[in-house]
């Protein structure tokens, strides 16, 4: 079975500080994503990545950058955490057919 | 713009009835249609799916079906358990691997 691990899993910052959530797969599946929970807007792609150093944007893309060096590793970095960012963050790979997404446990970050 | 819509926040059945979950979509590009249910502090987790050249997908006690010239989608639960009470997401692709996803609808099954 697919694994993934999200670090942290929880993390209260100040404004402006920057921040990195990590996202671990034990596997060698091609596609990763990072999507945003909220209240009232469902889950929203911020970033996706089809490989080794090869990302696309997602719907709320701005204030986020993401980086895959590894085939296992999918960082998502707030340069300069925002209010607005405090959300549930939750980290998915591909594992089998088109659109069906494995998704990790979720990072909770709250922006203070 | 929302590409992907529910429109019911909530829905509440009794157990043994059938729930049904409704979703519209507005882009035509879209090709590929999914569910996902999600527990409270869970990632959301793959239900059933549906491709455009299909009405109808069924998986044991869940069944998608699809209306391309309506742009709707729905989930039939039969019969509904305690257990399938959860955020319930459909979401939509086209060509390219961006999955977009509805806001949710809350199903609470009542014992």
């Known amino acids: 079975d697919a694994g993934i691990t999200q670090s942290p899993r929880h993390k209260v910052t100040e404004t402006g500080t920057p921040v990195t959530l990590r996202c671990h797969q034990t596997?060698?599946?091609?596609?990763m994503y990072w999507y945003r929970q909220d209240p009232g807007h469902g889950l929203r792609l911020i970033h996706y990545?089809?490989?080794?150093?090869?990302?696309d944007k997602g719907e709320v893309s701005d204030g986020y950058s993401v980086s895959r060096s590894k085939t296992e590793d999918f960082l998502l970095t707030l340069e300069s955490a925002t209010s607005s960012q405090t959300s549930v963050y939750f980290c998915?790979?591909?594992?089998?057919?088109?659109?069906?997404?494995?998704f990790g446990e979720g990072s909770r970050l709250t922006v203070l | 713009d929302q590409q992907v819509k529910q429109n019911s926040p909530s829905l509440s059945v009794q157990e043994g009835r059938i729930s049904i979950l409704n979703c519209d979509y507005t882009n035509s590009m879209f090709d590929y249609f999914l569910w996902y249910k999600k527990y409270p502090a869970e990632g959301p987790t793959f239900l059933i799916s549906i491709s455009s050249i299909k009405d109808k997908n069924e998986d044991g006690r869940f069944t998608v079906f699809l209306n391309k010239s309506a742009k709707h989608l729905s989930l039939h639960i039969v019969p509904s358990q305690p257990g399938d009470s959860a955020v319930y997401f459909c979401a939509a692709k086209g060509g390219s691997e961006k999955l977009v996803f509805g806001k949710g609808t809350k199903l609470t099954v009542n014992p």
């Open positions: 596997e060698n599946h091609r596609y």
């Open positions: 998915a790979i591909r594992p089998r057919g088109p659109g069906e997404l494995f």
């Open positions: 990545s089809y490989g080794v150093k090869d990302t």
